[in-house]
T-cell receptor, first 116, second 111 residues
Framework: DTGVSQDPRHKITKRGQNVTFRCDPI?????LYWYRQTLGQGPEFLTY????????KSRLLSDRFSAERPKGSFSTLEIQRTEQGDSAMYLC??????????????FGPGTRLTVL | KQEVTQIPAALSVPEGENLVLNCSFT??????LQWFRQDPGKGLTSLLL?????REQTSGRLNASLDKSSGRSTLYIAASQPGDSATYLC??????????FGKGTRLHILP
């Protein structure tokens, strides 16, 4: 399978615990995006990377959230001290972007987080 | 701030009908626009991407149009099938690289 993969697919945790999600983009894609989707809503942008550089962060990304892409390949999204409001589907997408051009984004299956 | 509205929010139609999903957006300064499909509990599948210089794109039974000046896009589905049942998301893209999504239209095709 050469698509975007995410792990785990489902995560149930207790309030206050830390969780980490992983995203593996399509090989050769230099851009990687994180979105969050709550029930009945469209996905909301969280952050994106070009190679290993984090270029933009949404105001939705509080200081409890941190994302990394250390080698410009896979990325991790960590949520510290989880709250019930963090329960959502976390979606990862990747694209091959060139300067001045916005390429099609391909999405992974998502990680569904439930905070009890 | 870009706001995206999709109408209707939900739609149920008998199999075989042609249908139109509507999307409007407030900021017409977009780079391109994508339509996505999302099955329940799953990720997004890109259906069509229309560049801002284009008026429409077609893929199989799907046709998407874009009127940037009026801030509107439509997704036309011909000869609907039960397998088309899903949520359809409109996503106009601003000049930077994030996607702004609407809430989607939940489509149910009745066999």
């Amino acid at each position: 399978d050469t698509g975007v993969s995410q792990d785990p697919r489902h995560k149930i945790t207790k309030r206050g615990q830390n969780v980490t999600f992983r995203c593996d983009p399509i090989s050769e894609h230099n851009r990687l995006y994180w979105y969050r989707q709550t029930l009945g809503q469209g996905p909301e942008f969280l952050t994106y990377f070009q190679n290993e550089a984090q270029l933009e962060k949404s105001r939705l990304l509080s200081d409890r959230f941190s994302a990394e892409r250390p080698k410009g390949s896979f990325s991790t999204l960590e949520i510290q001290r989880t709250e019930q409001g963090d329960s959502a589907m976390y979606l990862c997408a990747s694209s091959f972007g060139l300067a001045g051009r916005l390429a099609e984004q391909f999405f992974g299956p998502g990680t569904r987080l439930t905070v009890l | 701030k870009q706001e995206v509205t999709q109408i209707p929010a939900a739609l149920s139609v008998p199999e075989g009908e042609n249908l139109v999903l509507n999307c409007s957006f407030t900021d017409s300064a977009i780079y391109n626009l994508q339509w996505f499909r999302q099955d329940p509990g799953k990720g997004l599948t890109s259906l069509l991407l229309i560049q801002s210089s284009q008026r429409e794109q077609t893929s199989g039974r799907l046709n998407a149009s874009l009127d940037k000046s009026s801030g509107r896009s439509t997704l036309y589905i011909a000869a609907s099938q039960p397998g088309d049942s899903a949520t359809y998301l409109c996503a106009p893209r601003p000049g930077d690289d994030k996607i702004i999504f609407g809430k989607g239209t939940r489509l149910h095709i009745l066999p």
